[in-house]
């Protein structure tokens, strides 16, 4: 004769409902490989600022130096998150207005020359030894070239003779 | 009589789990980290330095030689000549190809000056770069302005398409990769 079954409450075996984070894994070890490949070291010293810069096979690393924007609505000071700025706000690091640029009577950028006379000093009064000669453009491709002459040839006179355009690596190589 | 216990007892297996809550957590700090640092478009620097006062350029002695390269960039096509020629065998003219600037034979034509024109460096002598500091050999050439090439355009050019003859003029680069400098030295300026 076969056991009645028995009357004791029956065990339950309670296992803690746990998160799966296997697939999360897996996205994030994808995530991880690509950003580690694009990974820079250069990239938090230099972020374009303008996003049409000229393609270029320049290879040359961007270096921290004096940086200035060139628009088609003017000459800005280059500062952090410029790019994110409104018209508004970019107003406030305006250097030379587009105005400057088109004069037929100016050779050069008489703003610019009061800003950079006003870094130099600022530079002198701070007890920096020896003068800054390098300056960093970041300039959109279609700026029209007499505008990049007029603003080499502002630098230049005020001392800054050592002009680095910030271009857009062309990876071919090629002309 | 109490009942016997029944023996078919249900084993419960739990499989063993791997604890990945500490690489997550490792993941969470280190993708904004990356994020922030990540370079989307990879840019750099196309220097540039204006040529001294015309004082000191002219301050050479007369016996130099001197290549006067220039590249004029018209809005029919490029015009190359050497020594100042406006015809003659010193003097190319590469109109535009459908259209756009023939920059594939602006360079072609460049490299066979520098090949027949210029050559090879005679002498090398030391000196020391203004910007990093670091002294390096610079190569001595038969003609004193073997490197520079004078790039002059219309005010109205767009700048890429002087970046662009800068980057034709300053080196090419052969089927293995090996880059062969040209006219690295620019001297921007403009046609009125």
Redesign the interface.
Same mark, same amino acid.
């Given at each position: 004769m076969a +056991?009645?079954p028995?009357k004791r409450r029956r065990l339950k075996?309670t296992?803690p409902a746990?998160l799966m984070?296997?697939s999360?894994?897996d996205i994030?070890?994808i995530?991880?490989l690509f950003?580690?490949k694009?990974?820079?070291?250069?990239?938090?010293l230099?972020h #374009?600022s303008v996003a049409n810069? #000229?393609?270029?096979?320049?290879?040359?690393? #961007?270096?921290k130096t004096l940086s200035l924007v060139l628009t088609s609505s003017g000459l800005y000071e280059d500062v952090e998150g410029f790019v994110d700025l409104n018209v508004a706000r970019r107003a406030e690091y305006r250097i030379a207005p587009v105005s400057e640029f088109r004069s037929e009577k100016e050779v050069t950028l008489p703003s610019l020359e009061v800003f950079l006379k006003e870094r130099r000093q600022l530079e002198s009064s701070l007890g920096k030894a020896g003068l800054s000669?390098?300056m960093?453009i970041q300039?959109?491709?279609?700026?029209?070239?007499?505008w990049?002459?007029r603003l080499?040839?502002a630098s230049?006179t005020s001392g800054y003779?050592?002009?680095? +355009?910030?271009?857009?690596?062309?990876?071919g190589?090629? #002309? | 009589m109490a009942?016997?216990?029944?023996r078919k007892r249900k084993v419960?297996t !739990?499989e063993p789990?791997l604890n990945?809550?500490p !690489?997550?957590n490792l993941?969470v700090v *280190?993708?904004p980290m *990356?994020?922030?640092?990540?370079?989307?478009?990879?840019?750099?620097?196309?220097?540039?330095?204006?040529p001294p006062s015309e004082v000191a350029a002219d301050s050479g002695t007369s016996e130099e030689k001197r290549l006067d390269l220039v590249v004029n960039v018209l809005p029919r096509g490029y015009e190359v000549s050497l020594f100042g020629a406006t015809s003659g065998k010193d003097y190319r003219f590469i109109g535009k190809k459908g259209g756009d600037y023939n !920059?594939?034979e602006?360079?072609d034509h460049l490299k066979r000056l520098h090949q027949n024109r210029v050559g090879v460096a005679i002498d090398t002598v030391s000196e020391v770069d203004?910007?990093t500091g670091t002294s390096y050999r610079r190569p001595i050439w038969e003609y004193v302005d073997a490197e520079v090439v004078s790039i002059a355009?219309?005010?109205?050019?767009?700048?890429?398409?002087?970046?662009?003859v !800068?980057?034709?003029a300053?080196?090419?680069?052969d089927e293995e990769?090996v880059v062969h400098p040209l006219f690295p030295i620019p001297r921007?300026?403009?046609i009125q």
């Open positions: +056991f009645a028995s075996t296992q746990g984070l296997t999360m894994m994030m070890v995530i991880l950003l580690l694009t990974y820079a070291v250069t990239g938090a230099m #374009p810069l #000229p393609v270029s096979t320049a290879d040359k690393s #961007p270096r000669r390098e960093t300039a959109e491709k279609d700026i029209p070239y007499a990049i002459l080499i040839n230049s003779d050592i002009l680095e +355009f910030v271009v857009e690596t062309d990876a190589g090629g #002309p | 009942y016997r216990p029944s419960v !739990i789990e990945i809550t !690489i997550m993941m *280190l993708i *990356l994020l922030a640092v990540a370079q989307f478009v990879q840019v750099s620097l196309l220097e540039y330095q204006p !920059i594939q602006l360079q203004p910007v355009a219309r005010g109205g050019t767009p700048f890429q398409e002087v970046v662009r !800068i980057d034709a300053r080196s090419w680069m990769g921007l300026g403009q």
